[in-house]
Each structure stands twice: as C-alpha cells, then as structure tokens.
C-alpha cells in the first residue's frame, strides 16, 4: 500500500519570499513516482512537477523544484520567489511506475500568499 | 490542446435517485479514473480503467459503479443516491505505459444529495 502525509493544512507567506511545502510517503514498491498538483480556487488540478525514485538529481520545473530525499521518505516542494498567484491547494501524490499507475493523493496544503 | 471534460459542474439530486457522471477526453489516453475529493480527505480513487470495458475497483468504490464502453468515455454511477455522497468529483485521464504520466483532470463535478 502507498500513503501520502502532508502535515501542513495551511501556510501564510509574503510575496517573494521561497516556500516550502512538506511532503512524506510511504511505500512498499520499490519503484514509483511522486507528483504535485495545484488546485486553484477555481477547481481545475494543474500538474506542477514530477520525480522518479529513481532519478538522481531533484526535478526542476522553473520556478518549482522537487527536494527528494530518498532515504527520509520525503519530497517536498519548494516554490521560489513566490507570487500571489501561487495562492491555491497543493498536493502531493504518489504512485507505482508500471501498471495502472494510479495515484494515492495526500490531504493537501493551502497556500496563502500576501502582497 | 488536452482535454479532459465532465458533463456536469454542478448538480442537485435526492436520496435513492440514479446518478450518472460523464468524463470525456480527447487525448486518446488509455487510463482513465474518477476521484472524489472532500476537505480534509484530499483526493480518493474510486475506480480506475486501464481499457475499454475494464475496470479496477479503487480505495472506495461502495456505492459506485463505472463503465467504459468507448476510449474516450468513463461513466460514474451512483445506483442510489446517498447524502454521504455530496462531495465534489474529478475525472482524470492519462497515457500508460513509461513513467511520470501525469494525469490530467476534468474541472469537476460538484454533487449535492438532498
């Protein structure tokens, strides 16, 4: 089985400033990949970024990037030099590289971000 | 441009009525699957289809049911209506095979039952 935690249900930052959203898992494949997801207020998900257990170096999606760290089961999402557009839900999801391939999301995290 | 669309984004339905939910995307994706989200809960699978009429339960389906008769097409169920349904409903759909296939959502259905 495959388990997301995100133990932040809110943060509140200032314009500009870096954020770091937390995210640890749990699983027993000893493949899989991690994804993050941004919800806005108006519904949509919108993909952000993705890593594979596998890669070496953390993703990168330009203002996005993955910390991975592999042995501490955690792979947050740090957000630089946020924008007051960055304010929505965030999450975190996890699932098997092969096969169907379904994703197991976490609670999620909302962002604020004040001018 | 990918497209994955609900036939529905808000709807009112009573206790014990058949509900019927409509996903359709346009990118010939393999995958497709329905969500619920709910505060707190964050997104739960509810069923997953990998083809053409087949079907995987996901981590809640009682009280639901799908079917996929065409590619593009996954179809919700709720056979009877329940008040512990309202929730909102997300229909995603991605491409199999590789890795880091994202998959791309619907913009929701948002469900009340009175």
């Known amino acids: 089985a495959q388990k997301i935690t995100q133990t932040q249900p809110g943060m509140f930052v200032q314009e500009k400033e870096a954020v770091t959203l937390d995210c640890t898992y749990d699983t027993s494949d000893p493949s899989y990949g991690l994804f993050w997801y941004k919800q806005p207020s108006s519904g949509e998900m919108i993909f952000l970024i993705y890593q594979g257990s596998y890669d070496q170096q953390n993703a990168t999606e330009g203002r996005y990037s993955l910390n991975f760290q592999k042995a501490r089961k955690s792979a947050n999402l740090v957000i630089s030099a946020s924008q007051l557009g960055d304010s929505a839900m965030y999450f975190c999801?996890?699932?098997?590289?092969?096969?169907?391939?379904?994703?197991?999301f976490g609670q999620g995290t909302r962002l604020t971000i004040n001018p | 441009d990918v497209k994955v669309t609900q036939s529905s984004r808000y709807l009112v339905k009573r206790t014990g009525e058949k509900v019927f939910l409509e996903c359709v995307q346009d990118?010939?994706?393999?995958?497709m699957f329905w969500y619920r989200q709910d505060p707190g809960l964050g997104l739960r699978l509810i069923y997953f289809s990998y083809d053409v009429k087949m079907k995987e339960k996901g981590d809640i389906p009682e009280g639901y049911s799908v079917s996929r008769e065409k590619k593009e097409r996954f179809s919700l169920i709720l056979e009877s209506a329940s008040t512990n349904q309202t929730s909102m409903y997300l229909c995603a759909s991605s491409l199999a095979g590789g890795d880091g296939n994202e998959q791309f959502f619907g913009p929701g259905t948002r469900l009340t039952v009175l």
């Open positions: 999801a996890i699932g098997r590289i092969q096969g169907a391939q379904k994703l197991v």
């Open positions: 990118m010939d994706h393999e995958n």
